[in-house]
């Protein structure tokens, strides 16, 4: 225990000291338009246990999130295909399967958000084939993201696109066996964006006319502390975007516009979790974290609640799990069922979309399903 009590204080001095570093620098909240705050990567096992993800990643997702949860692998892992699909349940009377396709163009959406006004558009899908191993892991995200709005005059289409197409590697140092794990990962990014107020009136809209495009470098690191007594209660911190991401590496992929999109600030956040043993083939983990810790926000963002998440799961011998918890003060489920070979996930949550002082709440879904090896 003294060894745990001293790895403890230098992790925490360590993190101080850069959380206090971090916090005298200016940085700005990369946020959309709508007061969503976004992030680079959300999956659907995080989402359904309230957004938290710091502490409990123990799969290929770690590489885009926390790198030291690659400790956590005991098996190597090959996920071939894994489509994840995400909607907002206020959508579906907006897009059905007979009209899906007009929602996938920049202009088929404004068509229908003009016959159904003020209302938030939600969409999301993404990919991550990837291979991951004890302490290692390499993948690559492919991610389509729309959020749109028309407002209820019918003046003005809010619009935020962003396509990311991003190469990830990740590595994990484990020491004192395993009580301090710290993880590095940096990733090779295409990114794609629109963020804009366009006349609700337009036609003939296209994205290329639209986007702003370029690549960048980005960099990742966690730790992992975990006490080796009964509970492995445990601290974790994971940075992102280490030293702010920019796009300007050289021009994008797809479009060879003059444009790039805006940087994406440094991101700092914190866990506290504990995973007590409630059976012989039962497990329990719950988790509470704070996201944005040394980002300086705007004054219209200032809201705690809006970056706190709280989250629990019951595992049932690795095979069927029931999550639950609080992303942003709004309540969240979701239930897995998971072998070796597939992985079906579905979740619901609540998004803040408004302000601290008139707070909206757009309620999503997610599903998963995945093939590997």
């Known amino acids: ?3 745990f009590r001293s790895l403890l204080f230098v992790g925490l001095s360590f993190f101080a000291v850069l959380g206090a570093s971090l916090c005298a620098s200016k940085a700005a909240a990369a946020n959309s338009f709508n007061g969503e705050i976004e ?3 959300t999956g659907v096992r995080s989402l ?5 993800y710091v502490n409990v990643v123990n799969d290929e997702t770690a590489i885009l999130t926390n790198p030291a949860g690659l400790g956590k692998l005991r098996d190597y892992t090959f996920t071939f295909f894994d489509p994840e699909l995400h909607g907002g349940f206020n959508n579906t009377d907006i897009v059905n399967m007979s009209n899906f396709s007009e929602a996938t163009s920049v202009q088929g959406l404004l068509d229908r958000l003009n016959v159904v006004r003020d209302r938030h558009w939600h ?7 990837s291979f991951v191993a004890p302490n290692f892991g390499v993948g690559v995200l492919a991610k389509y993201q729309y959020n749109a709005k028309v407002d209820a005059t019918g003046t003005t289409y809010r619009l935020d696109y962003v396509n990311d197409w991003a190469l990830g590697l990740a590595y994990n140092f484990r ?3 395993g009580i301090m794990k710290i993880g590095i990962a940096g990733r090779l990014i295409n ?3 629109v963020h804009r107020d ?7 809209l296209e994205l290329k006319s639209l986007t702003s495009e370029g690549m960048g470098i980005a960099a990742d690191a966690g730790i992992i502390l975990t006490a080796p007594v009964a509970g492995l209660p445990a601290l974790g911190v994971s940075v992102r975007d280490a030293g702010n991401t920019s796009y300007d590496l050289r021009e994008g992929m797809f479009n060879a516009t003059t444009d790039r999109p805006v940087d994406t600030i440094q991101s700092v956040d914190v866990a506290l979790s504990a ?3 409630l059976g012989n083939r039962v497990r329990m983990t719950v988790t509470a974290e704070y996201h944005g810790v040394a980002t300086a926000l705007v004054e219209a963002e200032e809201d705690a609640v809006k970056r706190s998440h709280v989250g629990v799961e019951f595992n049932f011998a690795d095979f069927a799990f029931v999550r639950g918890g609080a992303n942003q003060g709004y309540w969240t489920a979701g239930l897995e069922f998971a072998t070796e070979k597939f992985q079906l996930q579905v979740a619901s949550y609540g998004e803040e979309i408004g302000t601290p002082l008139v707070r909206i709440e757009d309620r999503r879904w997610i599903g998963k399903f995945a093939l590997r090896f």
Do not use: D, L, V
């Not at 969409?123 to 084939?129: D, G, S, Y």
């Open 275 to 277: 995973q007590p043993i």
């Open 175 to 177: 020491a004192f066996s």
């Open 39 to 41: 992030e680079f990567y």
């Open 1 to 3: 225990m003294t060894m």
């Open 123 to 129: 969409a999301r899908f993404q990919m991550f084939p």
């Open 191 to 193: 990114r794609a964006e």
């Open 48 to 52: 359904g246990m309230g957004g938290t």
């Open 198 to 204: 366009i006349a609700a009136n337009s036609t003939g």
